[in-house]
């Protein structure tokens, strides 16, 4: 109860100062959180790229519906394949005109339909990568009806090179950002903390107890650290709205992160009272 | 009430600040501790509330022994023992009231009696039509009385004076030390560090320590008479 009178009257005391505390956890937070947002799309980007790694076999025009559906069944078995999709030759042909109609003359002119069958084997998430495809393919060219597999070995590669990358540079970079973070938001408490060292040092001398005089600061240091924690949450919101709107679309980061983001202002704040009132605890 | 034995201060920067000092008061005693400045008077006074631990040999005060109390519990000495300063350590941008009764909040007097204990104790020291002033508003004798009564918000045995009247006039200070004398009459020990020979000897009856480049080099309780005495 005095905790919170107090904390809310060094806030009344001192605005600028808390604003400005506050503002600096805010701004520390706020580069934070459109890491977070580039990050989070980066991530959306890839996933869809990826949902389109897929291995396609090109089936032999004598082959008979019986083993189609044998080799069908056997690979729904294996965990890593999600989806079969068989494309006959009439849908090859479709696709084709559909997608080429600049041809649209040679495929009129055609008697037979040159396009094989194929089969269409999607890839279970957690399981598109060059090793799982490389895999499947080679299963697959055990069958007898299969003339041809392709799955675009050298993209596949390249977009699990990407993906690597990407995750170690969200680690590395995330991680000194919320370093930095931390750093900026423990300066702010401790300014904020240094301006009220006195009133430490009367209470220690009139004989309040340890845990009396840390409260008061442990929750301002919260309060600090929530208030630029929901700024941030405000101000990157804004700016993702302004890029979506003016640039390109970017989806918003899940609101969990944003509460994270807020909870880890609040928690920074109050570790970082705690360790700058230690210091002026030990002094008198 | 107060009792050092053989105390010895080291401090990495200045060296050696008490050197094997002993002293005892009594309760209820009033007693001046003098001395150049950095002979030891603030560093007597500072183990004694234990805000420093001496390097070797041991402060005992009302109980509490300085090998045996924790940093943490020494909250409960500090509620015995009062302490003001020279320069008066009140909170700026409060009135003298707010700060006596920031005192009597943060050690956890009820909302109900902070108000009427904070101008009981104001007017103790004199100080009842002052109470809605900002310190900044009062003169030095009347922010000494301030921290004085702040001093009081726990009823202490034992006063700790580190020169409190060194940044007043004559009659400020005066004010200052009759005020102590009525609190000494009350039964309160008062340990008073302060270089100020005309008090001293306008004061005879009270007994006066002499420390000198941290030794304690004179008792007038153990002299016969002040005769001797290397002035300063």
Known sequence: MHAMREAMAAVRRAPLLTALSAAMVALALYVVGLFAVVTFNLHEALSRVEERVQVVAYMRDDARDAEIDLAREDLMEMEEVESIHHVSKDEALRVAREDLPEFEDLFAAMEVNPLPASLEIGLAPGFRTPDVTARIADRLSIYPFIEDVRYGEEWVDRLHLLQRIGALATTILGGAFAVVAALIIGTAIRIAIFARREEIHVMRLVGATNGFIRRPFLLEGALTGLMGGILASVLVFVSHALVSRAVFRLDWIPWEWVLLGIASGAFFGVLASAFAVRRYLREV | ?232
């Open chain 2, 1 to 232: 009430m107060i009792k050092l034995t053989e105390v010895t201060k080291d401090y990495s920067r200045r060296g050696r600040a008490l050197d094997g000092v002993s002293l005892h008061v009594r309760k209820g005693e009033f007693v001046f501790l003098t001395g150049h400045s950095g002979s030891g008077k603030s560093t007597t006074l500072r183990l004694i509330h234990m805000a420093d631990r001496p390097t070797s040999g041991e402060v005992r005060v009302c109980g509490f022994s300085s090998e045996l109390t924790s940093d943490r519990e020494i909250w409960k000495l500090r509620r015995k023992v009062g302490c003001v300063f020279q320069d008066f350590r009140l909170l700026p941008g409060r009135t003298a009231r707010e700060n006596v009764e920031f005192a009597l909040e943060v050690t956890g007097s009820s909302r109900t009696e902070i108000l009427p204990r904070a101008n009981r104790l104001l007017a103790q020291v004199g100080l009842s039509a002052k109470g809605g002033a900002f310190v900044e508003e009062l003169s030095g004798g009347e922010q000494q009385r301030v921290a004085i009564a702040r001093a009081l918000v726990n009823d202490p045995p034992v006063l700790l004076a580190d020169e409190p009247t060194g940044n007043l006039d004559e009659r400020a200070s005066r004010g200052i030390l009759e005020l102590f004398r009525e609190l000494n009459a009350s039964g309160m020990a008062i340990l008073m560090a302060t270089h100020d020979l005309e008090m001293i000897r306008a004061y005879p009856k009270i007994r006066t320590l002499e420390l000198s480049e941290g030794r304690l080099v004179f008792d007038s309780a153990a002299a016969p008479a002040p005769a001797g005495r290397s002035g300063g």
